[in-house]
């Protein structure tokens, strides 16, 4: 009998534990996921937080830029963004693209000095990035940058950018990561906003789908083509630039790199100069096809939208531009001809000097 009473006590004890945990279940709310600076849902307010509390968020018809308080350059950054937004979606309607708009604003985050932005990107992409000073990223959908309150638009004042600033930027050191695209290193400019703006709309508009590898003359070629200055308006035919003298002095060289190798490079090369080259090059031949090819574009685009995410090879790669566009070879003399047409713009400038030259070999 007593037996059996100890056995009674002890189910009722374990059956009690078993209700009272199954209460316990029922009333319990499913575990939050705590927001994260690499999560691309992570909303500007939970990011301020993040990041720094004494941030300011400022919002503009199609962004989100969070910054210091009291930055002076922010009305002027609002503005290029939209002008620029605008530019971009109009350029590619007349090429004949349909491009879908983000429903959630773009994100932008400023910092106010290199370190922050170092340990931002250093928690982020879980890489040392110290050697950019802005880029957009793949994996969180945002762009940061380094903006020190000194540094004011003179967009925003209504004043056009000084005439060094105009030609766009340049790479002091070229070390992109996967998912990673740069705003080369120097002083911020409203061309080198747009550039990353351009990166930023290519993956939010169904021009590009982010985790999918894309060469170079795409990804660069798009974004230096879209480095608008303060006055520009819905127009690629911007031929008094850093990047348009670059091209003709590398083809009068004879340093263009071949079109077939061309065309499947998906990396910027470490040295300075020809990091400077390979944007050059890339800035032409996508404002080549996008103008004389649009249509192949437009094909190119949604077959690599479908490709799997990570890296393809080269054998790859050059058939999907084949098939859109045909042996590159074959593209030689209508590319020539573009390249013709862009230096008598040129040429009709008396300060431009080109190197000769070389003499077709035989």
């Not at 209700?19 to 500007?44: H, M």
């Not at 649009?294 to 939208?305: C, D, I, M, S, V």
Request: net charge neutral.
């Amino acid at each position: 009998m007593r037996r059996s009473l100890q056995f009674l006590l002890v189910a009722t004890l374990a059956l009690g534990g078993i209700c009272s945990k199954s209460k316990s279940a029922e009333g319990r709310q499913p575990a939050q996921t705590p927001p994260s600076l690499r999560s691309d849902s992570v909303t500007a307010a939970a990011l301020k937080l993040l990041l720094n509390p004494s941030f300011e968020i400022t919002t503009t018809g199609h962004f989100v830029l969070l910054h210091e308080p009291g930055a002076g350059y922010v009305s002027g950054t609002g503005k290029a963004l939209e002008d620029a937004y605008g530019q971009f979606y109009e350029i590619f309607r007349r090429a004949g693209f349909h491009l879908s708009r983000s429903s959630d604003p773009l994100i932008w985050v400023c910092f106010p000095d290199q370190n922050d932005f170092n340990s931002y990107t250093f928690q982020v992409e879980r890489t040392d990035l110290s050697w950019l000073d802005g880029y957009y990223s793949t994996l969180t959908n945002r762009v940061a940058i380094v903006q020190p309150n000194r540094q004011i638009f003179a967009l925003a004042e209504g004043h056009p950018l000084p005439e060094s600033r105009a030609c766009g930027p340049t790479l002091s050191q070229s070390r992109p990561g996967q998912g990673i695209l740069p705003m080369p290193a120097g002083g911020l400019d409203i061309t080198r906003l747009t550039h990353e703006l351009a990166h930023q709309l290519a993956f939010n508009s169904g021009l590009q789908k982010r985790s999918v590898m894309y060469p170079l003359w795409v990804s660069e070629g798009l974004a230096t083509n879209f480095e608008f200055e303060g006055s520009a308006t819905a127009s690629l035919e911007r031929c008094h630039t850093a990047r348009c003298r670059s091209v003709l002095e590398m083809r009068a060289s004879g340093e263009l790199i071949p079109l077939r190798q061309f065309v499947v490079q998906t990396s910027v090369p470490g040295d300075a100069y020809l990091g400077r080259q390979c944007y050059a090059q890339a800035w032409a031949f996508f404002q080549y096809i996008l103008t004389e090819h649009a249509e192949g574009l437009r094909l190119y685009l949604r077959e690599l939208a479908k490709q799997p995410p990570g890296r393809r090879d080269g054998n790859t790669l050059l058939r999907e531009f084949t098939r859109a566009f045909g042996p590159p070879d074959a593209l030689a003399g209508s590319w020539n001809a573009f390249l013709d047409s862009q230096e008598q713009h040129m040429l009709a400038d008396p300060n431009t000097v080109f190197p000769p030259r070389p003499k077709a070999s035989l």
